[in-house]
Structures are given as structure tokens and as C-alpha cells.
């Protein structure tokens, strides 16, 4: 499994969550098959969310959606985000 990696600060969560959601339909058309987020426990405001995708061409081509920058912007998500692609190593459960 691939997945888009995605860390940046938002104005507002409560505001930035339902253009997210919204942007489902986008992740969903390059394969995108869920994704989960996390808050810092010091800053709700930053952000971590990690998008879950079936191909690794799939995922580049979410991340280079000409949407995105849009979307990131009516979210009010300030400055520019740190993106990683990985590919799933191992993942465990305790």
C-alpha cells in the first residue's frame, strides 16, 4: 500500500475538516482507498494525515491534482505543506 503523507498547520481545524471531506471525491478518483488524521496534542491547528492509496501512480497523481492547491486554500491550511510518498513497510498492532 502506498500512502500520501501529508503534514501542515491550519487556521482553523473545525473550518479546514469539511473542505477535507469534501475533497474525498478527489482522493477517490485517483484511488485512494481511506486515510486517517491526526492533531498535535500541543498545536489542534497542525496536522498529520495520512492518505492510503492502491498505486503509487495513483498517489503521485493526487498529489500533483491541480485541485489541490485550492482546496488547501479555501481549508485555510497556512503555508506550504510537507508531503512524503512511502510505500506501507510494516505495520503492527498492540
Known amino acids: 500500500m502506498v500512502k500520501v503523507i501529508v503534514q501542515h ?3 482553523d481545524y473545525d473550518r479546514w475538516l469539511p473542505v477535507f471531506t469534501e475533497h474525498e471525491a478527489v ?4 484511488g485512494a482507498t481511506g486515510h486517517s488524521i491526526s492533531r498535535d496534542v500541543s498545536d489542534p491547528n497542525s496536522v498529520v494525515i495520512v492518505n492510503e492509496f492502491a498505486t503509487l501512480e495513483g498517489a503521485r497523481a493526487f498529489s500533483q491534482d491541480p485541485s489541490l492547491p485550492e482546496a488547501m486554500a479555501a481549508g485555510g491550511v497556512d503555508g506550504a505543506p510537507q508531503v512524503w510518498i512511502a510505500n506501507e513497510a510494516e505495520t503492527r498492532a498492540y
Open 9 to 11: 498547520r491550519v487556521a
Open 27 to 30: 482522493r477517490r478518483t485517483h
